[in-house]
């Protein structure tokens, strides 16, 4: 059976097949001109079964692909299902070049890099690092996702942008944070928000922690003013709003607690280096405690850098150079 939940009289979502591991979930509109937010990879759900599905809703074309951001969970499909229907693909003007890139159906997309290299930093500072992208680049896709078209004509979109579907319509947000180019896509008459990988899914953050801030915030007021009914995540089963708001508030109280936990363990401490601060500055609900990613990604430091460097930023600590080591004081 698959995992198909109807939403409201025009949207449905579709959760991938099996683990559903490296896809993501494909929403469908069900309009004049029929969409898609988010369209997976070509191996889950893939051009076929989709299909199926479209038909089994009396839809038969789609028009219009809209992609949330542009890693390859949520478009690597975008191109074949584009040709195959002539469809749109319309994603923020950020991601632009990333999917004009001939080469887009590499790990590039996933902006995956700067944790990786924070992660395994012997691996990727060394002369070899070249050889290992491209070793796990390769084999990545070669695993996850099978071949990818190349998008035509894409359509940049920005904040406030409405994206018509004839009788339908959808309104572009601009939620920077889990990469440069997140949007999410409110829809009014339905009452629903479709969030991309912004949290609570996400244990990464691509861009800033005042991104990050700004854009709960945003979604949040957005969710309260519209009385949105299902906040829709790019991953796992659609939340009822109530739900997803207390998840969303609970992570911005996370994120500032971090930030409090830091200044105060430098005002004990003295001075201190990133990896020294790692035992004592998160609760439990925050992402970074995720097992798998705080195992093998080593998210807890990742996050760790990029609230001091906000911190820094706001002018409320300072980094020295010792040697090699980079250490924090309060200013
Ligand atoms: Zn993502």
């Not at 469908?28 to 369209?39: G, H, V, Y």
């Not at 002369?127 to 491209?134: G, K, P, T, V």
């Not at 944070?177 to 180019?181: I, L, P």
């Not at 040697?323 to 924090?328: D, F, N, R």
């Given at each position: 059976?698959?995992k198909?939940?109807?939403?409201?009289?025009?949207?449905?979502?579709?959760?991938?097949?099996?683990?559903?591991f490296?896809t993501?979930?494909?929403n469908?509109?069900?309009?004049?001109?029929?969409?898609?937010?988010?369209?997976g990879s070509?191996?889950?759900?893939?051009?076929?079964y989709?299909?199926?599905?479209?038909?089994?809703?009396?839809i038969?074309?789609?028009?219009?692909?809209?992609?949330?951001?542009?890693h390859?969970?949520?478009?690597?499909?975008?191109?074949?299902?584009?040709?195959?229907?002539g469809?749109?693909?319309?994603?923020?003007?950020?991601?632009?070049?990333?999917?004009?890139?001939?080469?887009?159906n590499?790990?590039?997309?996933?902006?995956?890099?700067?944790?990786?290299?924070?992660?395994?930093?012997?691996?990727?500072?060394g002369?070899?690092?070249?050889?290992?992208?491209?070793l796990?680049?390769?084999?990545?896709?070669?695993?996850?996702y099978?071949?990818?078209?190349?998008?035509?004509?894409?359509?940049?979109?920005d904040?406030?942008?409405?994206?018509?579907?004839?009788?339908?319509?959808?309104?572009?947000?601009?939620?920077p944070?889990?990469?440069?180019?997140s949007?999410?896509?409110?829809?009014?008459?339905?009452?629903?928000?479709?969030?991309?990988?912004?949290?609570?899914?996400?244990?990464?953050?691509?861009?800033?922690?005042?991104d990050?801030?700004?854009?709960?915030?945003?979604?949040?007021?957005?969710?309260?003013?519209?009385?949105?009914?299902?906040m829709v995540?790019?991953?796992?089963?659609?939340?009822?709003a109530?739900?997803?708001?207390?998840?969303?508030r609970?992570?911005?109280?996370?994120?500032?607690?971090?930030?409090?936990?830091?200044?105060?363990?430098?005002?004990?401490?003295?001075?201190?280096?990133?990896?020294?601060?790692?035992?004592?500055?998160?609760?439990?609900?925050?992402?970074?405690?995720q097992?798998?990613?705080?195992?093998?990604?080593?998210?807890?430091?990742?996050?760790?850098?990029?609230?001091l460097?906000?911190?820094?930023h706001?002018?409320?600590?300072r980094?020295?150079?010792e040697?090699?080591?980079?250490?924090?004081v309060l200013?």
């Open positions: 059976m698959p198909l939940y109807q939403l409201s009289k025009n949207v449905y979502t579709l959760l991938p097949r099996g683990s559903g490296a993501a979930n494909v469908i509109i069900k309009a004049k001109k029929p969409a898609l937010i988010d369209c070509s191996y889950n759900p893939g051009v076929n989709l299909i199926k599905i479209l038909k089994s809703l009396k038969e074309t789609i028009k219009k692909i809209i992609i949330t951001h542009t390859m969970d949520h478009c690597q499909n975008a191109g074949k299902l584009a040709e195959r229907f469809a749109e693909v319309i994603a923020h003007k950020n991601a632009n070049n990333t999917l004009k890139r001939r080469e887009y590499t790990l590039d997309t996933f902006e995956f890099w700067e944790l990786i290299e924070e992660t395994y930093p012997r691996l990727f500072h002369r070899l690092s070249w050889l290992y992208r491209r796990i680049i390769m084999g990545y896709n070669f695993i996850m099978g071949g990818t078209k190349p998008i035509n004509g894409l359509i940049a979109v904040e406030g942008d409405i994206i018509e579907l004839g009788d339908y319509e959808l309104e572009v947000l601009f939620t944070g889990h990469s440069n180019d949007i999410s896509i409110l829809d009014r008459q339905s009452k629903l928000l479709f969030t991309g990988d912004m949290i609570p899914w996400t244990p990464y953050i691509h861009t800033t922690i005042e990050f801030r700004q854009s709960v915030s945003k979604i949040l007021a957005y969710a309260e003013k519209y009385h949105i009914k299902f995540r790019g991953h796992l089963k659609p939340q009822p109530s739900v997803e708001k207390a998840n969303y609970m992570f911005l109280d996370d994120m500032d607690q971090a930030e409090k936990r830091i200044l105060n363990l430098l005002k004990r401490r003295g001075v201190l280096t990133a990896k020294e601060m790692m035992p004592y500055i998160f609760r439990r609900s925050h992402f970074a405690h097992l798998i990613y705080r195992i093998f990604m080593r998210t807890q430091l990742f996050w760790i850098k990029k609230y460097q906000n911190l820094e706001k002018k409320l600590i980094s020295l150079k040697g090699s080591k980079t250490k924090y200013i």
